[in-house]
């Protein structure tokens, strides 16, 4: 009986659905495919066969018969699914029949099973785009929808996803859709896939029911893949899943991370729901060191600590007072303490003949360079052999070297025992006091900035920086002025200290001042309300663009007004619409480059592709002469670019685009914007495209890459940038501007003799400190002008980016904060989010004892037991507790 029931099934189902297809096969060929089967396949297929004979059976107790064997024989087969199972691929001609007579079937249960399984034989038989196993799945019984298998519950998610969308644009019901949904991101949670429910929630646009499913043994998985989807995701949606994984992460108890989230959505009220969620003191140390890192001014009140003692011991940790200890604490770990001269670092020895020879005089121009070089290399190690040699010696304290520098020179040279003595309040301002009662008002001013870049990122109760600085904000000479205006920026950034607000913005409507004193004091106050919106201090600097004069818009310095008025909007995307229309209203010098900056600046660190588009869009406009708002367009898409690695690299490879067929004015920015993009970070494709420019005939693209050099090799010592360096410095021995480049940019390279970075990124390349990125961003655009800003009189904007050094360090330390040596694996990261089971977070790793240095890329994981961090991603200082349930192997 059983092959005539193939003969007549077959024909009617295989070729009314088939038939556009090819002729039925013959009974010749169809007798060989038997042929080809094992026994047991053969008999299975005969048996599959005879079940869809039966199914059609009028009597009801065989249908159901037959429907629970096929259940049977197709459930023990798709437990795995590496090919298609044998039951499915037997039914294949069958399910034309099983349709049609499931169509006949009278409403009852056995229609109910029958749709189930026509829902699963779907899964390898409809036609695309039909969904019909969704269909049948709908129409079926409710049962548990796992025992078919996973590829069943993943099929169905894509044709849930499919046929939300079509719903949505019919405005049909989804009640039943997101019953469904509930059930398969209850299936997919509790068999280890939290990235399928999560795209499926996110598909059908109801993530808030994600943390019903999440518990204790998925949510660190489920977090870590909401936190770097959001990355891809258009806002609004991202900063909703970022929400999701901070209400996981405190469900949890998991607040170090939830806090890296409050930060990365700048909400201080979400920062506060941390301190006050968790009762433990040595948590909120740590949470405290966190905050310090990153440079959020967060004020801490009852709630958060009603005990005096512990207000006080978490402030000191806020206020970053102990960054000047740890740090020295490295550098004594890594033997780095003796003091280098310039020549240390020039190695002039290396080269050839004609370069060592031209270096022998003294020329004001080479002095100051190599004042910066001594202040980059020495940076907060508190002693070096210019500034602060032992007063004992003849050539009489710090006296001399300060009066072999010219005029604007000394002022660089003044500030830069600022920088050497950087983050230690007590002994920097006593060193600088001397400076004060200088007759010469460079060597006043410099001591003033001096002092702004000791307390640069370290707060005071007693505001010494604003004590010092205030009174000489509104003396008559200009020099002065700046120095205390720029003093007051760097101290004072990112706190939004409203003393400070209205002092500077007084300078900034004061009709006599000169228009230099105007640009920084727009700088100043666009670091200290970095990211903050204030529309008063917006207002300030809007009149203040709006009064210059014919003349003073072609000034290099007026460049200074638009990105004060940026940096108010870092990151803040749309807040800064308002202000985008207001400045379509100035002058049409100056009205295209504060667009750019104004763009750049407000979608800075978000990844955000449209906008690179749209500045790529003006890059590839010619200009009349005397326009240039394509250099800040250039350096915006590195600034959005630079939020995650896929979109770094397609912007290194569209800024080698602009290279080729870019004007002269976008060449001179792309190495710029190159070495925004990998600051810190020595890329060799990067490294290779800057060398390449500094052998460049237009003399400006060579210097900006020249700094570029100096920029991607921040703090690193690498071996081959410095090579290049002493290599260009003998090619450039006779051109002083490109040759003081090449000193700057050796100075970056050896920043902190290798223990500082630039890098604005910190937590894993989570988390942006907005202050770093204005500080990079300020001498960046003093850059697009060298030869009027960093090679005449201003060259002190190179102190700006005392606001990005921080050391590039891991510290471990007990439960009294006091430095504990522990052994860690240091190595390079590994990116596991979504990734099965328990994969290793870093590969060729090397042990090492804490204080250890981490390199771009690098990730640290401790590496014993006896120990736990209070905090997932071990940078900065980590607080470690003992472990109880640990037991020394005996």
Known sequence: MAPETNKTSGSGGATKNDAPVKAPPSKKKEDKKDDDLSEEDLALKQQLELYVERVQDPE?????????????????STSSMTSVPKPLKFLRPHYGTLKAHYEKMAEADLKKFMADILSVLALTMSAEGERESLKYRLLGSEGDIGSWGHEYVRNLAGEIAQEYTKRRSEEASID????LVQQIVAFHMKHNAEPEAVDLLMEVEDLDILSKYVDKTNFKRTCLYL?????YLPGPDDLVVLKIAYEIYIKFMEYASALQIALFLDDLQYIKQVYTSCDDVLQKKQFSYIIARHGT???????????????????????????????????????????????????????????????????????????????????????????????????????????????????????????????????GLAQLDKYFHSNDNHVISGALLGVGIVNCGIRNECDPALALLDDFVDKEDPSVRIGAIMGLGIAYAGTQNEQICKKLSLVLNDAKAPLDVIAFAAISLGLVCVGSCNEVVAQAIILSLMERSESDLQDPLTRFL????????????????????????????????????????????????????????????????????????????????????????????????????????????????????????????????????????????????VISLGLIGAGTNNARIAGMLRNLSSYYYKETSLHFCVRIAQGLVHLGKGLLTLNPYHSDRFLLSPTALAGLITMLHACL???????????????????????????????????????????????????????????????????????AGDRAELATEKYIPLTPILEGFVILKENPDYREDQ
């Not at 039943?176 to 019953?179: A, K, R, T």
């Not at 936190?227 to 990355?231: E, F, G, Q, V």
């Not at 985008?580 to 900056?597: L, P």
């Not at 471990?812 to 860690?824: F, I, M, Q, R």
Request: hydrophobic residues 40%; proline residues 4%; aromatic residues 6%.
């Open 60 to 76: 009801p107790g065989i249908q159901k018969l037959a429907l629970e064997s096929l259940r049977q024989e197709i459930r023990s």
């Open 176 to 179: 039943d859709l997101i019953e």
């Open 227 to 231: 936190t770097s989807a959001a990355k």
């Open 297 to 427: 001014a967060f004020k801490l009140d009852d709630d958060i600590a009603s005990d005096d003692i512990v207000r006080e011991v978490l402030e000191e940790i806020i206020n970053n007072t102990k960054l000047s200890e740890g740090y020295l604490t490295l550098a004594r770990d890594i033997e780095v303490m003796e003091p280098k001269s310039p020549e240390d670092i020039y190695k002039a020895h290396l080269l050839d003949g004609r370069a060592s020879a031209g270096a022998s005089v003294d020329s004001a121009r080479q002095n100051l360079a190599a004042t910066f070089v001594n202040a980059f290399v020495n940076a907060g190690f508190g002693q070096d052999k210019l500034m602060t040699p032992p007063t004992d010696s003849s050539s009489g304290g710090s006296g001399n070297w300060l009066f072999k520098n010219k005029e604007h020179g000394k002022t660089s040279a003044a500030a830069s025992l600022g920088m050497i003595l950087m983050w230690d309040v007590d002994s």
């Open 562 to 705: 638009p990105l004060g008025l940026g940096l108010l909007y870092l990151g803040k995307q749309e807040s800064v619409e308002a202000t985008a229309e207001v400045s379509k209203t100035f002058n049409e010098k100056i009205r295209k480059y504060c667009d750019m900056t104004l763009l750049s600046c407000a979608y800075a660190g978000t990844g955000n592709v449209l906008k690179v588009q749209n500045l790529l869009g003006h890059c590839a406009e010619i200009l009349e002469k005397g326009e240039t708002h394509q250099g800040p367009a250039v350096l915006g898409i590195a600034m959005i670019a630079m939020a995650e690695e896929l979109g770094l690299e397609m912007a290194i490879r569209s800024l080698e685009h602009l290279l080729q067929y870019g004007q002269q004015n976008i060449r001179r920015a792309v190495p710029l914007a190159l070495g925004l993009l990998c600051i810190s970070n020595p890329k060799v494709n990067v490294m290779d495209t800057l060398s390449r420019l500094s052998h460049d005939t237009d003399s400006e693209v060579a210097m900006a890459a």
């Open 785 to 855: 002008d060298m030869k009027e800003i960093i090679l005449r009189k201003y060259h002190y904007v190179l102190y700006f980016l005392v606001l990005a050094m921080q050391p590039r360090m891991l510290l471990t330390v007990d439960e009294n904060l006091k430095p504990l040596p522990v052994p860690v694996r240091v190595g390079q990261a590994v990116d596991v989010v979504g990734q099965a089971g328990r994969p290793k977070t870093i590969t060729g790793f090397q042990t090492h004892s804490t204080p250890v240095l981490l390199a």
